[in-house]
């Protein structure tokens, strides 16, 4: 089995807790000049690119629980002649049902990352919010896209140094229509950096998230909170982070007026937090 985690640190706040790990298929994290793969046109100018890294939690990294995805950091190489001072990189979180981009993908989040000149030839982060969770036993795809401006120079961030799994892409001006592996594309040598920095719930809370039920999920309208724990507080989040407005009456949520989607249904109890992934169809 193999293992990737470059961290692991061990966070105890009241009786919960949580390890937060870095995955990532890199083997360096020193963005190498003058390696990095981007469709452009004439100057070196970007045209729409994607990048993908895949992360199969459970093979790969020892994953087996729901994991919050935290942050995600990414190499980036060239960022010059950027239109307005700045680049703006969107970075999207989904899960696949065949351990590759090319599978049936379910958005988990989305956050944009804006980039300068300054952050050449360095592993820049995103923050993502606290609703954005891989459900235990799915294989997580990180989507990287730039969408060409006219004038920005951009290059993705990338190692010579062989890493643990392939490296994806996707330019449609490169005669690359889809996901590719860079492999596949001729590029064997270059290895795109991105990693993930995640929390693992453990221990105590792996027991309490266990004992709670909600029902029906998915739901269309009513969600029920099972009787028996002490709920203190409750908040309700979209995959932005946002907090949600949805009436509770007798355990009894209505989510009738929301829109159809994924949240996340967060639960404060007299013995530690609950987060609970909500499908509204």
């Not at 950027?82 to 599978?103: K, V, Y």
Request: with cysteine.
């Amino acid at each position: 089995m193999r293992k990737y985690i470059l961290l692991l640190l061990a966070i105890v706040t009241s009786s919960i807790s949580y390890g937060q790990v870095t995955i990532t298929h890199s083997n360096s994290q020193i963005v190498s000049g003058g390696n990095g793969i981007t469709c452009a046109f004439s100057g070196g100018v970007v045209s729409d690119n994607s990048y993908y890294a895949v992360f199969i939690l459970e093979d790969d990294f020892e994953i087996t629980e729901d994991w919050q995805i935290m942050a995600v950091e990414i190499g980036i190489e060239d960022a010059n002649d950027l239109l307005d001072g700045q680049f703006p990189i969107i970075i999207s979180a989904f899960t696949t049902d065949d351990n590759t981009p090319n599978g049936n993908l379910e958005l988990l989040g989305s956050e944009t990352l804006f980039i300068t000149s300054e952050d050449e030839l360095s592993v820049v982060s995103l923050e993502f919010p606290p609703s954005v969770i891989v459900p235990a036993g799915e294989t997580l795809v990180i989507k990287i896209e730039v969408v060409g401006d006219g004038q920005s120079v951009f290059r993705m961030g990338s190692t010579h140094v062989p890493a643990n799994d392939e490296s994806w892409g996707q330019a449609p001006s490169c005669d690359f229509p889809i996901p590719i592996t860079y492999t596949e594309a001729g590029f064997e040598n270059v290895w795109n950096i991105i990693n993930v920095v995640g929390d693992v719930p453990t221990g105590l809370n792996e027991a309490l998230s266990q004992s709670v039920s909600i029902y029906p999920n998915p739901t269309s309208e009513m969600l029920q909170i099972q009787e028996g724990i002490n709920i203190l507080n409750m908040h309700l989040f979209d995959l932005r982070g946002n907090v949600q407005s949805a009436p509770i009456t007798n355990r009894t949520m209505d989510l009738s007026l929301l829109a159809n989607g994924v949240y996340l249904l967060e639960m404060h109890t007299d013995k530690g937090i609950v987060r609970k992934r909500i499908i509204k169809e």
